[in-house]
């Protein structure tokens, strides 16, 4: 017999075993666990456990940044991200954003400004309302606010001149409401 002969005579009573004893076979293979592999850790991919954003805006966007609630007495409400202040004086017209962090405004715009007075007739009407609402969504926009809160007292709110400072804001692209906040369990 040659070589190839025997080995297939092995091949041949390999498969005519009795049953039993292959489906002891089987469920023993199948019975034993397979043993997993271990996650290789690439250098590039390890996270630093003490990580810190530096770039809060990208949680603000997300709508999960943290919003400072306050007492529910206080008014004007403490919780937005962006606050849009629109006030109106015998002389002159200012509109400010406000970081929920800082007292100090972020963007601002007003008729006190040289460029804006020179452009106008009158500092305090509905048309300069009107430009210092324009001028402050253009900047808005360059500084990549461009949601905020706006809440007026409700009988300023009806005046022409806080409706076309709204209109002008609203046709610049800023949105004058923030999305709620969206809890993530932990």
């Known amino acids: 017999m040659s ?3 025997i080995s297939r005579g092995l091949l041949f009573a390999q498969q005519w075993r009795p049953a039993m004893a292959a489906n002891q076979t089987v469920a023993r293979c199948l019975s034993q666990s ?4 271990e996650p290789s850790v690439d250098e590039n991919e390890a996270v630093n456990p003490t990580f810190v954003n530096r770039n809060p805006r990208n949680l603000e966007q997300m709508a999960l940044a943290v919003k400072d609630r306050g007492w529910k007495t206080t008014w004007p409400h403490r919780e937005f991200y962006h606050r849009l202040v629109f006030s109106r004086t015998r002389h002159y017209v200012t509109a400010e954003v406000f970081s ?3 007292t100090v405004p ?3 715009c ?5 460029a804006m007075k020179q452009e106008m007739a009158s500092t305090n009407c509905v048309a300069a309302c009107q430009a210092v609402g324009e ?3 253009l900047r808005c926009q360059q500084a990549g606010i461009i949601r905020m809160v706006y809440r007026a007292i ?3 709110y009806r005046s022409a001149a806080v409706q076309s400072f709204r209109t002008a804001m609203k046709d610049g692209g800023i949105t004058l409401s923030e999305p709620r906040r969206k809890y993530i369990g932990t």
Do not use: F, I, Q, R
């Open 110 to 114: 007003s008729t006190k400004e040289w």
């Open 3 to 5: 070589l190839n002969g």
């Open 154 to 156: 409700p009988w300023m």
């Open 100 to 102: 929920s962090s800082s």
């Open 34 to 37: 397979a043993s997993k592999p």
């Open 106 to 108: 972020v963007v601002s």
């Open 135 to 137: 001028v402050l969504a």
